[in-house]
């Protein structure tokens, strides 16, 4: 072996220690390719796991919290949902299309290894900025691999953001959410029980694509990366239609002890973390895998990332039933072993040994990192910046047109009209709104959903950034007419040995902690993503919140569209002069600097339930989450939704910039007609919260004080043309 | 001077080729049994003018195939270059 | 009346079909699996649902044109039999030659998901019975491949027989680059039916922006088989 | 004895090729003035056994182009067969 063999498997010369220790041996090279992908940050969380224990993971509602491949949770009637965030950024960076393409096949088995039928997708991006040629490719090309695969095998793309800066220039993320429902008794586990039950590998034949995928996921981008990539994987979205079918018909005939997909680290990671779930081993023989490619060795099968796959344990004599239904669907299942009493992974190859260490080492005992944590010193400078010697512009609506024409606030139309967000028949509010909205067929209820995260923000202050990100997003379920029921978390971070990074990881993870708590949404499970570094360094620290709600009524569903004339125009909350950080700032004023605003938990907590009894009291005609962009941008969306103009007065002390784009939190703008408005006012009196007439809903134009007149139209034009004509070039 | 440029793309040699496998699926199905193997790729023409020697026109294409018309992570391509007519 | 929905391998608009002639419509609906020879004959009417048979691969509707099935409901429809083929059910359709014409890439390049506008041209066949000619009907599409082509002839004996049934309202409107606009054409008997565009998703008011105008579609068919029912009965 | 299949398969001529003419736009972006013409279609390698005779393969081939390959209705395709070693 070579001279410093670990070093080729990603590990240190202390963890190759801990593996001689655990083995009393040295490892011979399959074994350590073993437990170098499984001892990945990207299987392992060894410089995560102290941290994510600070989340809060319990509730009435939670029957499966972190730990399974999926989360779940009740929403009565005898059904639960699954949900969860994945990320695929560095196989995105390389090929964006299949990157993108296998990150949304990858969320979605996991799914459906949790016996739930997905019914939504959602997306969550960051790219460099759009007049770069190449962030054209990586952002085309990702949107279209999400459209390829998830339309192909028909589960609906229903919302998600996408936000551009040049902190992810050079390393672009691409996080990719599923949603499931299921009854009860279809919840499944990957778990290995039942000494002699055998072990089979179903769907995709095993090659050699993506070999050590999990550890190149542990590394930063280099200038070399496209060099040393592994094979790129590529998705076949037809074969994973064919093995979701086959699967969910197989969990609902009750032959199978477990079941779980193959994602990062393949056939490892599935047969060590099944096993030791179920406390067995699993021992295999590498001859009975079906294989793609010829000549393969013991150690590119066990690493192989070759996607479609999914190993299940059925009943012992169940085997043929497994093959009768998969090859109904056209599809190859194998045994390949069976389960052992040992608590080793066992591995064969023609008869003799060529692997044999205890699963429990490979998925449970990976060595944990306290790593050091220490706060940046950019954070002063940033924080401090003064921005009261900023000057006002002197044509308001200019500055909201500009507003309204960055790409981050602009239309993503140009994204979501590439994926079918309909199949299924479910989709009540459709992309464009705050949180997208789907019935549940045969009940009068409906799920809403949403992602939300703000990088910069967290960049400027990371604890309160990953708050406002679980306030935002729990914010656009209400809005829509939801209570918000549990999170999944996407953290995407820098190299974690980096202890400014690290301290951006830990605040981060408190912050959403913190909110979660408050607003009595568990977190049931996440993905965490480091090493997102090129060469121009470290991306802005950026949690995703993925979001659930549940509607009692689906009739209750609400959107942002303003409806008809003489409504009039609520604001719930209140706006303080907090420009920091903020979108304006950025467009207007070319700065990334400055306190983010104030979160205060309990006002948001107040301000969410005000909205959400208005709306089951049936008098809310549209709601809309106030924060990227402001109120004047809060507005102008619900205008150019309708078409209709609105005229605002309001009464303020706050210099203009600040009333118009200040991105204060624990806003909701409704709107009610003229006989409801004093039912308002009154539900905000009840729960202590600021309330303000703004104005009504009145022809083409909108309207603000003395400070903008703009044409419903011309709003329109620019945040409609923004992305098209950027990526038309 | 005018060129004719036939350029074929193909997946790299063990990258999965879905579209080849499902097509291989439909000619055995049709009965074609002896059909073994299936590749499915990309065929361009390009019609290049105004260059005047072949060896710029190689050199052109290479460029264009690394650049936009093959994407080199995952594929392989080659190319022919003949003179055209008038 | 009886409905056959039929899936292919990598159908994935079957089970939405299927929702909408059994739940919404409320009428006796089997879902037929490709693999089977099966006698159609006691069905009123097949529709071939939306999704990617086979992934699209080569062509949408290539590989699944040639599924054991197709061969009972290209017999069902020569003997008169309704057959409705919606997105890829449509491109099926033409593969298999039971429509004229075939598909090409959109001339966007794009996958496009998005309610369309379209133009009732012929409310004479089974399916459009329950609208008006020239009505304006919010339907949406999704789809890649959707940019219909005929040629001169073909398209001069498509007008002649009054064939072209639906159309997007105007080149603005048009999501795909479709010659003369065309979002749906029929036989020349009017029992086979394709279209882009997917009733299915706008059956019900409660979905997306609202529009019922798919409802109508199936509602048709429903009527005409009844009235069918009544002449024969 | 085996076979080494070469297809081609491309738009007919007079109908308007979308893919190509987007394929011209990018190249003649990228500063490629002298592209004047571009064509997309599809390239496929296919291998044949079990079959001795070239003759068959031709006519098999053929078939296998007009029945699922190609659609006749809007494609032409071309084809070279070739003799694999062993
Ligand atoms: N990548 C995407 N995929 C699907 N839908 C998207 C995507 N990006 C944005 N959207 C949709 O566009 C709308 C506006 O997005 P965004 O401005 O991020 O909303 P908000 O600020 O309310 O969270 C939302 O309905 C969102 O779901
Ligand atoms: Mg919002």
Redesign the interface.
Known sequence: MAEKPWESEGLTKEEYDMIIDILGREPNKTELGMYGVMWSEHCSYKNSKPVLKRFPTEGKHVLQGPGENAGIIDIGDNQAISFKIESHNHPSA??PY?GAATGVGGIIRDIFTMGARPIASLNSLRFGELDDEHVRYLFAGVV?GI??YG????IPTVAGEVYFSNAYKGNPLVNAMCVGIMDHEDISTGRAAGVGNPVMVVG?AT???GIQGASFASDELTEES?ED?P?????????E??LLEASLELIKTGALVGIQDMGAAGLTSSASEMASRGGTGIELDIDLVPK??EGMTPYEVMLSE??ERMLVVPKKGKEKLVKEIFSK??LHAAVIGKVTGDGMIRVLNKGEVVAEVPARSLADDAPVYQRESRRPDYLDEVQNYDLSRLIEPTDYNQSLLEVLGSPNIASKEWV?????????????V?PGSDAAVL?I?GTKKGLAMTTDGNGRYCYLDPERGGAIAVAEAARNIVCSGAKPLAITDGLNFGNPMDPEIFWQFEKSVDGISQACRALNTPVTGGNVSFYNESPEGAIYPTPVIGMVGLLED??LATTHHFKDEEDIIILLGETKEELGGSEYLKVVHNLEVGRIPELDLGLEKKVQETCLEAIKAGIVKSAHDCSDGGLAVNLAESCISSGLGARIKIETDLPPAALLFSESQSRIVITVTKDNLAKVEELAKKHAIPFTKLGEVMGDRLIINNLIDLEVEEMKRRWQESIPSRMEE | MKWKVRIEIMLKENILDPQGKAVKGGLNALGYKNVADVHVGKYMELIIADTDNQEDVNKQVDEMCQRLLANPVIEDYTFQVEKMEG | MKFAVITFPGSNCDRDVYHVTKEVLEQPTDMIWYNDKLDLSSYDCVILPGGFSYGDYLRAGAIARFSPLMESVTGYAKDGGLVLGICNGFQILLEAGLLPGAMKVNDSLKFVCKYTKLKVINAGTPFTNRYSKGEILNIPVAHREGNYYIDDEGLAELIANNQIVVKYLDDEENPNGSVVNIAGICNKEGNVFGLMPHPERCAESILGDGSKDGYELFASILDYVNKRGEKCG
């Open positions: 390389i090929e299949q279209e459209a390829g339309n192909c095998i028909g995709a090659g050699r694509d496209e990539r094979a790129v994987q590529v998705g076949d979205p037809f074969m239609k064919l793609r490619e070759s996607q669907w056209g979501y009209q590439q994926y079918d967000h309909m199949v299924l028949v479910n989709t009540v459709l019935r067929k689906i009739n």
